[in-house]
Structures are given as structure tokens and as C-alpha cells.
Nanobody, 122 residues
Framework: QVTPVESGGGLVQAGGSLRLSCAAS????????MGWFRQAPGKEREFVAN????????YYADSVKGRFTISRDNAKNTVYLQMNSLKPEDTAVYSC???????????????WGQGTQVTVSS
């Protein structure tokens, strides 16, 4: 059983920035794709961004493109999400997870963390 741990969330005003981290204690897949997802109260889990092992393949949801940047440091078993120009609609619990291939579908991922709360005030 591997469970990533997310950190870096908090309360920020609209237009501000946060940097989230996702640290894994182990791996199910040898070179996993890592994805960030978010879930607001009463809503389904939503894809945010993913990145392959080498970092050469990155994909963002249209809602965050140009504002968020995903990156990874495999030596630290850590994935990051830099969030700039935050909007109130970005408010959600942000979670990371692993997949065997790039995907925007939550069911294709496993080893979910507990998530970190991001709240953007208007």
C-alpha cells in the first residue's frame, strides 16, 4: 500500500499563488504518470494536470492552463503544482495519484493521497 502525502495548501486571496507538493512513500508502477485532481464540495473530482516520468509529456485542464505548472523530482519521489493567478473557483481539495499511462480519468489512477485544502477568497 502506497499513500502519497499532499501539502502546501492554505488560504490565499484571488490573484495569489500557492505551491503544492505530493510526496510518495512507494510506487505501484515503475515509472508512473502522476496526476493532480481537485474536488469542491458537492462536485465530482476534476482533472487538473498530469506529467509522465521524464517530464516530457504534460497536460493541463483548460480551466488552469497558463496559470498552473506541474513538475516532478523523481529523486525525491515528489510532484509539484505551482498555482498562480488563483481564482475563487480554484477552491477545492487537491489530491495527487498515479497511473500507468497518461489520462484525465480519475478511475485510471490509484494510490490517492488525503488531499490538501486550497481556499481562494474573493
Amino acid at each position: 500500500q502506497v499513500t502519497p502525502v499532499e501539502s502546501g495548501g492554505g488560504l490565499v486571496q484571488a490573484g495569489g499563488s500557492l505551491r503544492l507538493s505530493c510526496a510518495a512513500s512507494g510506487r505501484t508502477f515503475s515509472r508512473p504518470v502522476m496526476g493532480w485532481f481537485r474536488q469542491a464540495p458537492g462536485k465530482e473530482r476534476e482533472f487538473v494536470a498530469n506529467i509522465n516520468w521524464s517530464g516530457s509529456r504534460i497536460y493541463y485542464a483548460d480551466s488552469v492552463k497558463g496559470r498552473f505548472t506541474i513538475s516532478r523530482d523523481n529523486a525525491k519521489n515528489t510532484v509539484y503544482l505551482q498555482m498562480n493567478s488563483l481564482k475563487p473557483e480554484d477552491t477545492a481539495v487537491y489530491s495527487c495519484a498515479a497511473a500507468i499511462a497518461p489520462s484525465v480519468v480519475p478511475d485510471h489512477y490509484r494510490d490517492w493521497g488525503q488531499g490538501t485544502q486550497v481556499t481562494v477568497s474573493s
